[in-house]
């Protein structure tokens, strides 16, 4: 088997940096060491990666990802296949993707029809949340079958999108119901989608048929009352752990905090679309372009009632927001943007930027927003742990699988079409975006998949990840 020794770099956790040298057996982290503790001859090294200057962190797991996503009659421009070689470039060594059931379609049929796409296709480990678009008996017994049976163990609700993956408080108040008792994970797409559908009707009633309408009809205050009312929900149904996806809005925030003061399960997600862009520029250019930052929950103003950003940059420092993922849900502006000219209400909802997180949270820690701990433990460490995959994800540490990002502080990244970025889209969400670091190598189980600015991996080479229950409930 082979054995790679990583020489002189610092390797970074969520409790400190420390200079030590990485010994990979086969698929494994089998030692740390200080700096020149191990003989690479002595120790059969057959491979030594010089991480002099460096920095060496776990392999980025990104756990909000939609590949080929069925979403406003297209499908998100990305499969396993292009979107995990992405991450990998990206710094990426794991990805949790949304396997959907749609209303009508069974559970299992929806997972079977997610691993068909994934298996085989992926460069990078995969594992899946599941998307309950139905519930009723059937699903919610999929539900508990799946978390004992299957490794997945996080369920997927949406309090938007009537019609489509919608579910009234009665489905949603089961469906937590059902996971409290089998100790399942409930994600929330938390938007009151009943009034925000009366606002879009309004407004194209009116003519206001550009993408800017998109934001002006999901006001923050309709995500913080959807988060309370899940909050609230999910302590009727027994305190089921719930976790609040792509939370753009300070006062939603602020309802996750209270509930985090009281000691309650209740988490959140951010993503680096509502950390880095502001509504000014981007929804609001003029025309049709501002259909390419068309995501929901929607990009918002700085002059907004108050400084969104600012709150989820302080809600990340503090833990009120436990993860940055990327809700990578990419659409291309020809064809499948384009479904909605004339009419907002018809733009494929969704952004792409799995090969971008690790940079742009790595620009929070340069810029001094961030703690470099704080960025791996965000990117890297919790989402093992709020998704059953730690220890063998998310830590450098004996018996972890081996996947290794080294990070070069002292370069920088450009983001754009113009840089090729490595994503199924013909534009770019952080076009002439340039970022201080920039990935240098990517260990996935021990296998090299980036190296000298070159992709080495493969497709195939990716293994679903069997999920157990949270590690991180208090
Ligand atoms: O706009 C978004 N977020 N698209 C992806 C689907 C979802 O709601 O996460
Ligand atoms: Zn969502
Ligand atoms: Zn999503």
Request: with cysteine.
């Amino acid at each position: 088997m082979a054995r790679t020794l990583i020489k002189n770099g610092t390797v970074i956790s969520p409790t400190g940096l420390s200079p030590a040298d990485v010994l990979i057996d086969g698929e494994t982290i089998a030692a740390l060491g200080a700096h020149g503790f191990f003989d690479a001859a002595e120790q059969g090294a057959d491979t030594v990666i010089d991480a002099a200057g460096k920095y060496v962190i776990p392999g980025g797991i990104d756990v909000h990802t939609h590949m080929e996503l069925p979403f406003g009659g297209t499908f998100a421009s990305d499969t396993f296949e292009t979107g995990s070689r992405a991450a990998a470039w990206g710094g990426v060594t794991t990805i949790v993707d949304m396997a959907v059931q749609r209303t009508g379609e069974s559970v299992q049929e929806g997972l079977a029809d997610w691993h068909r796409k994934a298996d085989g296709e992926c460069a990078i480990d995969y594992a899946f949340h599941q998307i309950i678009g139905g519930v009723d008996d059937e699903s919610l017994k999929a539900m508990r079958y799946l978390t004992e049976h299957e490794g997945v163990t996080s369920f997927k609700l949406f309090m938007a999108y009537p019609g489509v993956f919608y579910s009234d408080d009665g489905q949603i108040l089961r469906a937590m119901q059902t996971a409290a008792e089998c100790g399942a994970m409930i994600m929330m797409h938390a938007e009151n989608g009943i009034a925000i559908d009366v606002l879009i009707a309004q407004a194209l009633a009116r003519g206001e048929t550009d993408p800017r309408y998109h934001a002006a009809t999901r006001p923050s205050p309709l995500e913080a009352e959807a988060t309370h009312r899940a909050i609230v929900l999910s302590h009727v149904a027994g305190n089921v752990p719930l976790y609040i996806v792509h939370m753009s809005a300070g006062d939603a925030l602020e309802e996750v905090a209270a509930a985090r003061h009281d000691g309650r399960n209740v988490f959140a997600e951010t993503c680096p679309q509502y950390l880095w862009l502001t509504l000014e520029e981007t929804l609001q250019r003029p025309g049709f372009e501002g259909a390419k930052w068309v995501c929901s929950t929607p990009l918002r103003s700085p002059h907004d009632h108050r400084n969104h950003q600012a709150d989820l940059w302080r809600g990340l420092r503090t833990n009120e927001l436990a993860v940055v993922s990327t809700d990578h849900c990419p659409f291309c502006m020809k064809d499948q943007k384009e479904l909605g000219l004339g009419d907002f209400s018809k733009i494929p909802n969704g952004i792409g930027g799995v090969e971008h997180r690790m940079e742009l949270l790595y620009q929070g820690v340069a810029t001094g927003q961030l703690t470099l701990e704080r960025w791996v433990e965000t990117c890297c460490t919790t989402p093992a742990r709020m998704f059953g995959m730690y220890p063998k994800k998310g830590v450098i540490a004996p018996g972890a699988d081996a996947d290794v990002v080294i990070w070069d502080p002292d370069r920088q990244t450009t983001i754009g079409i113009d840089a090729k970025h490595h994503m199924q889209m013909d534009y770019s969400a952080y076009e002439g975006f340039v970022v201080d670091g920039k990935v240098d190598t990517v260990l996935s189980r021990g296998t090299v998949l980036i190296a000298d600015d070159a992709y080495v991996g493969r497709k195939g080479h990716g293994r679903f990840v069997e999920r157990g229950l949270s590690q991180y409930l208090v």
